[in-house]
């Protein structure tokens, strides 16, 4: 072979190599989410996906599947951790029974309020919540906002924890939120949030328990009409990636997953500020009874044996407990 043939044998190898090399790197990744068009985490997880091939180049794509359409959450959840999506927007309650760190923010009470939550997520404490995750296959790039979560029922108002007693409260499956109602006297009843209204109004539960666009996007207040505002539990959600397809990226492409992430969560915040104010207006218009909890301290008391049991089988977090409850 002459060294003319040589040389462009080796140029179209390099090509070849080089062509293969590109399509490798490139990858259009699947993302979950169980919000409908409109909302504002399909909105925001939209604009990731924008931001993602913006500032990698295209070399990263994302098509997001909103509605819930690729299965629930627990099941995206653990589809997300071997592989079967690259992205999901997960609230941290399910992610609790996988990754105890993220359990934390399941503690009645443990943030004060959004601000608070804020700084902590987006702090040493967010940070570390992350690592823990990441043991079981997933990082999370940014934290969402899902509001403060207050009871409503079908019943009467609720002022104090003995207001609770004997009511049958939905609650979603994590073990903190049925001892969270158990400790209120109240019958913790798990399930699928998509059963929630007609087991509301059939009576096989008395109340439930969420946000103001929940409450509202979902028609609970047409079959729950008491709105108590009790604020008991603040649960960030994440935008969440796979942990081998995140450790397999380049430092920039780290980079820019996180910045696009993080942009999307500022767009995400401001957006629910606005929808959880219009959710509101929307009920309170519609004759809902609203009541504020005056005295939070009482069920800020009840709440000490949940922290107590939670604290005894996981020693290992109350640093992690102490660090949220100590940012400033």
Partial sequence: ??????????????????????????????GWNIHKPGYPNTVAMDKFAELLAQKT?????????????????????????????EIGNFNLGPIGPVAPEANVVSLPFIFKDMDHMHRAMDGAPGDQISAGMAKKGMIALAWY?????????????????????????????????????????????????????????TGVVDGAENNWPSYESTGHFEVAGYYSLSQHLIIPECVCINADVYNGLSDADKTAVKAAARESADLQRKLWAERA???????MKSGVKFNDVADKAAFQDAMKPVFEKFLETNQELKPLVAAIQATQ
Avoid at 6 to 24: D, E
Avoid at 63 to 82: C, T
Avoid at 277 to 283: C, L, T
């Fill in 1 to 30: 072979m002459s060294i003319i043939h040589k040389i462009g044998s080796t140029a179209l190898a390099v090509a070849l190599l080089a062509g293969v090399s590109g399509s490798v790197e490139a990858a259009e990744w699947k």
């Fill in 57 to 85: 180049d295209g070399r990263h794509t994302l098509k997001m599947f909103h509605s819930g359409v690729l299965g629930n959450q627990p099941d995206a959840i653990e589809q997300l951790r071997i592989g079967g999506v």
């Fill in 277 to 283: 104010e219009a959710s509101r207006q929307m009920v």
């Fill in 145 to 201: 906002d899902s509001g403060a979560r207050s009871f409503y029922n079908s019943k009467h108002p609720i002022n104090k924890p003995d207001d609770v007693k004997g009511m049958k409260v939905r609650v979603m499956n994590n073990d903190l939120y049925s001892g969270m109602i158990a400790a209120l006297g109240g019958n913790p009843s798990p399930m699928a949030f998509s059963e929630v209204y007609q087991s509301l109004k």
